[in-house]
């Protein structure tokens, strides 16, 4: 059974600094996904992550995978408020196949403080 | 449409009664999923339906909750008989190469059972 792990779920932040959120898995898979969402809305997707050693970043935010390590990482960088949401990663169930269902972490609950 | 469509966008039914939950995906995407959110269980998937094949219902939690695609489009989730524990966010989802772009997902429909 895939399992998809994210740490920490909550994370408080101060305005400025630098924090990263880790999601591990635990099958195979070369594709991972990053969504964000604020309260009371849906997910909007962030980052797709294709294939080992890809790298996107997007403002403050910066998404890396390393599928040996079954590891992705989502990187803050100097943190302002407008970024606090619950982020989500996800990965999708089909490794090999051309469609499947994502498998998604609990979420890391981010609150960023002046 | 330009997005997902979820409707309605919240539904408060009493135990035992049965609710349909709609979505209409963006056009052309042939990957359509259900997904339900609840405080504490994170994105728990449902089913998902791909083009004109059988849909893959793994996700469903019990034989009171079914789904349908009609026309390769438009999508009814049917709740029968509810409980207080059906009570959740219900999140439709559609694709159109998951492995490359992701999801899209609607606003959702917030569903509490009394």
């Known amino acids: 059974e895939l399992k998809v792990e994210q740490n920490p779920l909550f994370l408080s932040m101060q305005e400025g600094k630098n924090y990263t959120i880790y999601c591990n898995y635990s099958?195979?898979?070369?594709?991972l996904y990053w969504y964000r969402q604020d309260p009371g809305k849906s997910l909007e997707s962030l980052f797709v992550?294709?294939?080992?050693?890809a790298v996107k970043q997007e403002g403050r935010l910066m998404a890396s995978l390393d599928t040996k390590a079954r590891l992705s990482t989502l990187h803050i960088t100097a943190a302002v408020h407008d970024l606090s949401a619950t982020y989500f990663c996800a990965v999708d169930s089909d490794y090999g196949g051309s469609q499947g269902n994502l498998i998604f972490g609990k979420g890391t609950k981010l609150s960023v403080k002046p | 449409g330009a997005g997902v469509s979820q409707s309605p966008s919240n539904k408060v039914t009493e135990k035992g009664k049965d609710v349909e939950l709609r979505c209409d995906p963006i056009s052309g995407h042939t990957a359509l999923y259900w997904y339900r959110q609840s405080l504490g269980q994170g994105l728990e998937f449902l089913i998902y339906?791909?083009?004109?094949?059988?849909?893959?219902k793994s996700g469903l939690p019990s034989d009171r909750f079914s789904a349908e695609r009609t026309g390769g489009s438009v999508s009814t989730l049917t709740i029968q008989r509810t409980q207080q524990e059906d009570s959740a966010v219900y999140l439709c989802?559609?694709?159109?190469?998951?492995?490359?772009?992701?999801?899209?997902f609607g606003s959702g429909t917030r569903l509490t059972v009394v």
């Open positions: 339906f791909q083009g004109n094949s059988a849909p893959d």
């Open positions: 099958t195979t898979s070369d594709r």
């Open positions: 992550l294709l294939s080992n050693g």
């Open positions: 989802a559609s694709s159109l190469w998951v492995n490359i772009y992701g999801y899209t």
